[in-house]
């Protein structure tokens, strides 16, 4: 079964320091990553996908994410924090194009709440 | 073009009552889905609509039924209302089931006395 985890609840930086969200999965096939943002009292946004290639992927808001195979890892960063970034962060997996009637679903983790100080 | 649009925004039920949870999209979307986010357990898919006229269960379906009425709208149903449904429900949408973005509505928070 597809899953992902992030192992922390919290994470809290400095404003213009690099921030880390981390995020590992678990998958049968090759990986289709994802991270959302969700502002309070929001719907969730995408931020940036990895499906194929580069191990750097770049996305919205300055967000970056690095896919590490051999670590199953694949987690958000960005170098310089701001205090609008505060906000709760999902990483997701999405079931293969091989995997029959439940293509497109997408696993979601429990999220972390990033919290930016001035 | 407002994206994914849910009503109504918030609800209280009293645990036996029933109401449907609407959801609309105006981007021509195929796929349609809904979640419910409970706190420290992410999203997780109650019932999704790969296309017009189908609907599969997610990985949490009971206790809701739903309604791909067409394209446009995809509706969750509480038959009879239980405290354990007390949740922000979202709804999404995809251009079809090989996309890879879900667009997401503003969430409905729904709380069961």
């Known amino acids: 079964a597809q899953s992902v985890a992030q192992p922390e609840d919290q994470v809290n930086v400095a404003e213009g320091n690099p921030l880390t969200v981390k995020c590992t999965y678990s998958?049968?096939?090759?990986?289709?990553l994802f991270w959302y943002v969700q502002y309070p009292n929001r719907g969730l946004q995408f931020l940036l996908k990895y499906i194929t290639g580069d191990n750097l992927v770049k996305g919205s808001y300055g967000f970056e994410a690095e896919f590490n195979k051999s670590q199953t890892s694949f987690h958000l960063k960005k170098p310089s924090a701001l205090v609008s970034d505060s906000a709760l962060y999902f990483c997701a997996v999405r079931d293969g194009l091989d995997r029959g009637s439940t293509l497109g679903r997408l696993y979601f983790g429990r999220g972390t709440q990033l919290t930016v100080w001035p | 073009n407002a994206g994914v649009t849910q009503t109504p925004k918030f609800q209280v039920l009293k645990t036996g009552q029933s109401m449907t949870l609407q959801c609309a999209q105006d981007m021509n979307h195929n796929s349609m889905y809904w979640y419910r986010q409970d706190p420290g357990m992410g999203l997780r898919l109650i019932y999704y609509s790969a296309s017009e006229g189908t609907t599969d269960k997610g990985e949490v379906p009971n206790g809701y039924n739903v309604s791909r009425l067409n394209k446009r709208e995809f509706s969750l149903r509480l038959e009879s209302a239980a405290p354990s449904q007390t949740s922000v429900y979202f709804c999404?949408?995809?251009?079809?089931?090989?996309?890879?973005?879900?667009?997401f509505g503003p969430g409905t928070r729904l709380t069961v006395t």
């Open positions: 998958v049968s096939g090759n990986p289709y």
């Open positions: 999404a949408s995809s251009f079809d089931r090989t996309s890879y973005e879900q667009y």
